[in-house]
Structure formats: structure tokens, C-alpha cells
Nanobody, 127 residues
Framework: QVRLVESGGGLVQTGGSQRLSCAAS????????VGWFRQAPGKEREFVAT????????YYADSVKGRFTVSRDNAKNTAYLQMNSLKPEDTAVYYC???WGVGRSISGTSESTYNSWGQGTQVTVSS
């Protein structure tokens, strides 16, 4: 497993942008698929985006498609979530998660796929 630490959250105005980072410790980060999830107050945690270990498969939730971009820099052991055109309904705690991806066919949109989670970072979008 890898240890994950998110950063980059904060307060942003509607229509603004923010980039979240997910730094991984441990070896072989380039073998892990990464997912981003979020949990708004009073709601269940939901899938946001995922990127495969090799970066070749990327999926987004419909609610963020066209506004958010997931990427990774394996040389820096870091994954990113670039969020543009933010809306108040994007307000949530954002989590990154990782699971071994090489040689596996996984559902990157499912929470149960992942066995390493970060502590979360709060993103608040003001109206």
C-alpha cells in the first residue's frame, strides 16, 4: 500500500479554479491507479474521477465532466485534480485513493476498489 496526502483545498469563488494534489509515499506509485472522491455535508461520498496506473484510462463523473481534469506525474509520485468553473455544489471534502493497478481489471469508479486513502482536503466554493 501507499500512503496518500492531499493538499490544495481552500475557499474559492464560484467560477474559480483550484488544483488538488495527492502525494504518495512508498515505492511503485506508477503501478497504482488513483481515484478522486468527494463527500459533501450530509451526503454519501461520491466518485469524481479516476486515472489508471499508466494514465491511459481516465473517467469522470458526469457532474464534473468538462470542468475537472485528473492527471499524474509518476516521477513526482503525485496525482492531481484540476478543478475549473467551480460551483457551490462542488463544496465537499475531497479524497484521493489508490489501488494496485498493474495486471488488474478494476472498476475505478467504486470506493471498494481502493485500499489506500488520504485524509481529505476541504474545498469550499462560495456563491
Amino acid at each position: 500500500q501507499v500512503r496518500l496526502v492531499e493538499s490544495g483545498g481552500g475557499l474559492v469563488q464560484t467560477g474559480g479554479s483550484q488544483r488538488l494534489s495527492c502525494a504518495a509515499s512508498g515505492r511503485s506509485f506508477n503501478s497504482y491507479s488513483v481515484g478522486w472522491f468527494r463527500q459533501a455535508p450530509g451526503k454519501e461520498r461520491e466518485f469524481v474521477a479516476t486515472i489508471a496506473w499508466n494514465g491511459r484510462s481516465i473517467y469522470y463523473a458526469d457532474s464534473v465532466k468538462g470542468r475537472f481534469t485528473v492527471s499524474r506525474d509518476n516521477a513526482k509520485n503525485t496525482a492531481y485534480l484540476q478543478m475549473n468553473s467551480l460551483k457551490p455544489e462542488d463544496t465537499a471534502v475531497y479524497y484521493c485513493a489508490a489501488t494496485w493497478g498493474v495486471g488488474r481489471s478494476i472498476s475505478g469508479t467504486s470506493e471498494s476498489t481502493y485500499n489506500s486513502w488520504g485524509q481529505g482536503t476541504q474545498v469550499t466554493v462560495s456563491s
